[in-house]
Structures are given as structure tokens and as C-alpha cells.
């Protein structure tokens, strides 16, 4: 009982300080008599939706695939990677500096090089999406993998356990809050990936219609677009805090 | 010595950790025999080769010479599977409901599960934790987590139960209840159990013997047979032979 009113005092006031937000924007603009393309109102950010020339919902699934295409590779790649890496410790010292000296590269740097290497398009993006939240994913499924305490190691080992049953019974469930933490920076850097390769090199998408409509100086289109990449952001990463509680304890959860 | 009854046997045991050229002795000269069902304390300060010396009885630690028997004809032992382990930490799996954790080494050792389920209640209510199956680590205070530890040593019924600091990282009132029980379950359960401490007082009050190891360099200083009644109670500690025990160790190692 305790618990549910909290929970439910947190979300009433979540709700209420984002409808204050919108509430400061709205008087900001009508108070300040602020101009359209400087910045418009939410009524007037929401009209920008009734545009059809706009296609919203065709750009909304074009960079929606970019994200989601690019973060669930990496998550797949990422953790096959640092699978890999804990069964042969050959492999991890050969590849695990090479790792950390490749994480080092801005990402969006190579955004002009995989463009003259792949042409522009979903595919592309979905590689930047990919190249941006690889990096995390697999430095943190890596780290978690590694740390087995070693008391449970020797249980292990008085009873004969075979490295399978130490995998299979400590070493990933004990890795699985390590790994849902990457995810989680990984869902947002994933947003930012697709977003830049859309600004480089495409002809749909959310983050393609923002530049069209900065020539005609559309403010409110653009502020949609932010919006809903933000939402498409927070879907996924509500996708992965769900899975999150499904399957991690919630003492055993990284914060 | 070695008798009938003689269910670990070491004599001469030396074990010299090598570490960039240097060489640290951590046990030398360890020689003793424990009877089976005793309760052995292994008493000493830090860097004394206590734990080492565990963990050589576990099978986990190599020794440059000596001999270690463990077993006899009237009480086999087969390394893989008379081995229950409690450490200082309770080192419960955090994903993983109380029952399910003490369940862990059944599982390792591939027992049938049904009976290990049922086995694993008993030792449950047997460590004063039924109720608490179902539960998470996390909603046990340390003192319950430690007798879930307990119950999973003792899950695959193992003949020989090792105990490192079992009680190290409890405070001094759950210590003192926690050495009350392990007591009362060394009586029902029937184990021969080596127990690691630093607790001078813990080691003369839970062993029927007490080996006292001193540090620099690792020494094996005492074995001697604790004369107290069983059960034990916690007014013992008051009584004059009990004092003359801890005076005795306390002697051995420089504390007097």
C-alpha cells in the first residue's frame, strides 16, 4: 500500500512538472510574442503534423527501422562478441585493447566514409545506429562476464562443476545486470546514430524531412521531428527497462 | 595416532606461495588428525595460512610436500561430492529465490531434483529459515543469508563441511546466536566441520578441538581437545575452564 502511493505520487508528479514544461513553452511564446520560425507554440508544433506533404508516418517507420534495426544488431553482435570473449582469453587480450582503441573514434566521424562506402539509405543508417551503440553494449556484457566472485568459483570447483554449469548457472545471469545497462546507453546513443546519418546522407526519414524543412524555415515541423524522435527514443528504451524487469532481480539491477 | 576413528589425516603439510621471485611460506609443519563428526576450529591471526590450509582440505589449493588423507573405511570420501563450503560472505546468487540457491550444488552434482527440492525445505527449517523459500537474498538480513549458506553446503549431504569466517562479517550479537545454532546443527546434522575464525572465544566455544596457527612465519602452534559439555550454552564462557582455553591461546599468540 505504502509502496503503490509512492509510486503513484512519483508518476503524478512526473506528469505534472512535463505538463508545466509544455504550459512555460505556451506562455513563453504567446507572453514574449515570440515569432513562428523562432519558435512556435505547442498548438502550432502539433498543426505541423497536419502537413501531408510532410509524410510523417513513412519518415516516423523510416528512422524508426534505422534505430531499432541498428541497436537490436548491436545487441545481438555485441553480446555474441563478449560470449566469444569469455571462452577464449586468447581471443579477449587480442581483441579486447582493439575494442577500447576503436570506441575511441567519434562514430559520426565516419559518418562521410560509410556514405562513400555504402551509399546513403536505410542500410547506412542502420550502420551508424550500429557503430554508435556496438561499443558499450559489448564493453559492458564483457565486464559483467568477468566478474565471478571467486569464493563462488571454488564452490563451484569443490563440486566438479563443468565451465558450462558455471556459464550457464552464475556467470551470464550474473552478467545480465552489466549487460542491461549497456543496452540502456546504448538505446539512446542508438537515436543519435540514425539522427546523424539521416543529416548526412539520405532521402527519408525524421532527421532528412528536419533539413528539408529548415530551408523554409518550418520551426514547428522541425520541433515535431524532435519530439518524435524523442518518443521513438523513449519507446525503445521503455522496451528495454520492461525486458529489464522481466528477467533481472531487482537487488541485482545496476543503477 | 591414526586411529579407526581418524577421519582427516595431515602430517608435514607445507605450502610456499611464489609470487615475482619472492617466496611467502603460508603453512608449514601442519600436522593433525580430526576424528569424524568433530568440530575443528582453526584459530589464528591474519596471514597465519588458515583459509590456505582450507582450501587445501578443499581440494582447491596444491601443497609442495606432506601428506593430506581425508576419509576413512568406515566413512569413504569422494572429493567431488563430500565437500560443502560456507564462506565469509553468504555469496548467494542475487537472481536466484532462497529454495533455488541452496539447490545450486544439487544441481551442479546433477541430483534428482524432486528430493533435493525436499531435502533442501528440510535443511531450511532446519537453519531456522522456513517461511523464507520463496523469498530473495535481498529481503534476508545478513544473518539469515548466512544460514541459507549454510543449508546449501549442507544440501548434497557432504560429510565434511568447510568454514571460512562463516561468521566474520555479522555483527557481535548475530555472531554469538549464529555460533548457538551452527551448534545446534553440527548435533542434527551429524558433520565433521573445520571452521576457520580469528574469534578466540568462538574457536574454544564451537570446537571439540582447536588448532592454533600463528603468523610470520606460519606455524602450527597447538591442537588441543576442548573438555566441555555438549550442548553447549553461552554461560560456558564465563566458567573457569573455559577462560583457561582462550588464556591458552591467547599465550600462543603473543596477546597475554
Given amino acids: 500500500m505504502g509502496a503503490n502511493r509512492d509510486a503513484l505520487q512519483r508518476y503524478s508528479f512526473a506528469v505534472i512538472s512535463h505538463l508545466l514544461l509544455v504550459l512555460a513553452w505556451y506562455l513563453f511564446v504567446e507572453l514574449g510574442h515570440v515569432p513562428k520560425f523562432v519558435m512556435p507554440s505547442p498548438s502550432e508544433t502539433l498543426q505541423a503534423l497536419l502537413v501531408p506533404n510532410y509524410r510523417w508516418p513513412e519518415n516516423i517507420a523510416v528512422t524508426s527501422v534505422e534505430i531499432f534495426g541498428g541497436y537490436v544488431l548491436a545487441v545481438v553482435i555485441g553480446i555474441a562478441l563478449a560470449l566469444v570473449f569469455t571462452w577464449s582469453r586468447w581471443l579477449e587480450m587480442a581483441t579486447m585493447p582493439l575494442l577500447v582503441s576503436l570506441n575511441m573514434i567519434p562514430k559520426v566521424a565516419l559518418g562521410p566514409l560509410i556514405i562513400v562506402w555504402f551509399k546513403y539509405g536505410i542500410g547506412p543508417n542502420i550502420m551508424m545506429a550500429f557503430a554508435i551503440c556496438f561499443f558499450p553494449i559489448v564493453l559492458t556484457t564483457a565486464r559483467g562476464l568477468r566478474e565471478v566472485e571467486p569464493d563462488l568459483l571454488d564452490l563451484v570447483r569443490t563440486l566438479r562443476g563443468s565451465r558450462w554449469q558455471l556459464f550457464t548457472k552464475i556467470q551470464f545471469p550474473g552478467a545480465l545486470p552489466y549487460i542491461f545497462s549497456g543496452m540502456k546507453v546504448a538505446a539512446i546513443l542508438a537515436v543519435a546514430g540514425a539522427i546523424v546519418g539521416e543529416f548526412l546522407g539520405s532521402d527519408r526519414g525524421l532527421g532528412y524531412l528536419m533539413l528539408q524543412v529548415q530551408v523554409t524555415l518550418d520551426t514547428a515541423a522541425m520541433f515535431m521531428a524532435v519530439i518524435l524522435i524523442t518518443l521513438i527514443g523513449s519507446v525503445l528504451y521503455l522496451l528495454v527497462l520492461g525486458l529489464e524487469r522481466l528477467l533481472v532481480v531487482r537487488d541485482a539491477r545496476l543503477q | ?256
Fill in chain 2, 1 to 256: 595416532m591414526t586411529t579407526a576413528a581418524t577421519f582427516i589425516h595431515l602430517a608435514g603439510v607445507r605450502k610456499v606461495y611464489r609470487t615475482r621471485g619472492a617466496e611467502f611460506l603460508a603453512v608449514s609443519e601442519a600436522t593433525f588428525d580430526v576424528e569424524g563428526g568433530e568440530l575443528v576450529a582453526l584459530v589464528g591471526p591474519s596471514g597465519c595460512g588458515k583459509t590456505t590450509l582450507l582450501k587445501i582440505l578443499a581440494g582447491l589449493h596444491s601443497y609442495e610436500s606432506g601428506v593430506v588423507r581425508i576419509g576413512s573405511a568406515s566413512q569413504p570420501f569422494d572429493p567431488a561430492r563430500d565437500i560443502g563450503m560456507v564462506f565469509q560472505q553468504p555469496l548467494l546468487l542475487k537472481w536466484r529465490r532462497i529454495l533455488d540457491n541452496v539447490l545450486l550444488p544439487a544441481e551442479i552434482l546433477g541430483l534428482p531434483l524432486a528430493q533435493s527440492r525436499e531435502r533442501a525445505r528440510e535443511l531450511l527449517a532446519l537453519v531456522g529459515l522456513r517461511g523464507s523459500e520463496d523469498k530473495f537474498p535481498y529481503e534476508l538480513s545478513g544473518g539469515m543469508q548466512q544460514r541459507a549458506a549454510i543449508a546449501r553446503a549442507l544440501i548434497h549431504d557432504p560429510k565434511l563441511i568447510l568454514m571460512d569466517e562463516p561468521f566474520g562479517a555479522l555483527d557481535a550479537m548475530t555472531r554469538e546466536k549464529m555460533n548457538l545454532e551452527l551448534l545446534q546443527i553440527w548435533e542434527k546434522a551429524k558433520k565433521t566441520i573445520v571452521f576457520v575464525t580469528h574469534g578466540i572465544t568462538e574457536a574454544v566455544f564451537l570446537g571439540t578441538r582447536v588448532i592454533v596457527l600463528t603468523a610470520g612465519p606460519a606455524r602450527m602452534a597447538d591442537n588441543f581437545h576442548v573438555d566441555l559439555p555438549h550442548p553447549r550454552s553461552l554461560d560456558m564462557k564465563t566458567s573457569e575452564a573455559f577462560g583457561e582455553y582462550t588464556r591458552r591461546v591467547y599465550r600462543l599468540l603473543g596477546m597475554d
